[in-house]
């Protein structure tokens, strides 16, 4: 099926094709074809003016979003790895994006606070998995009401299903953390979620209008 999925989709853009390619000859991490896909629809959606990505590495995702959305719509990404942000910017320039996208190199933890609030339609986070759970809340209040939050690698290479005593040591705090970010996630008063098997899992949910 993945293979037929992907035999229909049209030739993507050649510099997301190299970064991807790059990215992959280097081991570094960056959103599975099928995510990327889902993606790409997600930043077309509504016409979104603001998108916050946390989790940069070298671009991919954040160029793939950027020339699905409308021509308007500006991205910020968070990278913590300096090299990785640079890199990044490096890959914006040569997809003339510097316009539209804005690279952080720092933590997400010192930028979300400092994020005017209801101020994106789209959040994709795709950082440190342990961290979802402890970024929910800055992510709600940056979030405008019926802006779509999501979150990538949620199901773990399927380990998430795994009872904790299966699961190595030292994947143990992650394994527990996701767990409980999905719940946090499905019982949210003021989210309407959808936990997707696509890619490694992609949890997808709507910030409710308040009533
Ligand atoms: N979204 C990218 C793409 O698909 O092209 C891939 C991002 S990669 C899976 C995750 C990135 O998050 C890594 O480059 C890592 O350095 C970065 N990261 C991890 N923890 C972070 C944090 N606390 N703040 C900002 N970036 C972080």
């Given at each position: 099926m993945a293979d037929f999925l992907q035999s229909l989709?049209?030739?993507?853009?050649p510099l997301c094709e190299r970064i991807a390619s790059d990215a992959a000859a280097r081991g570094i991490p960056i959103v599975r074809e099928e995510t990327g896909r889902l993606l790409k629809v997600l930043a077309a959606v509504g016409k979104p003016g603001a998108i916050l990505e946390i989790?940069?590495?070298?671009?991919y995702s954040a160029i793939l979003m950027a020339l699905a959305a409308p021509a308007d719509c500006r991205i910020t990404t968070i990278e913590k790895d300096e090299a990785r942000a640079a890199e990044a910017l490096e890959n914006v320039r040569r997809a003339g994006l510097e316009e539209r996208i804005t690279v952080i190199a720092a933590d997400a933890d010192e930028v979300l606070g400092t994020l005017a609030g209801e101020s994106y339609d789209l959040v994709f986070m795709d950082a440190a998995k342990g961290q979802y759970g402890k970024w929910l809340p800055e992510v709600l209040r940056i979030l405008k009401p019926g802006g779509i939050l999501a979150a990538d690698n949620v199901l773990q290479e399927g380990t998430i299903l795994e009872s904790r005593f299966a699961v190595e040591r030292r994947d143990r705090t992650i394994h527990a953390r996701m767990r409980e970010f999905l719940w946090e996630m499905k019982h949210h008063e003021g989210l309407q979620t959808a936990i997707l098997t696509v890619g490694d899992g992609l949890a997808v949910a709507v910030k409710k209008e308040p009533r």
């Open positions: 989709e049209p030739d993507g853009d989790g940069t590495a070298v671009g």
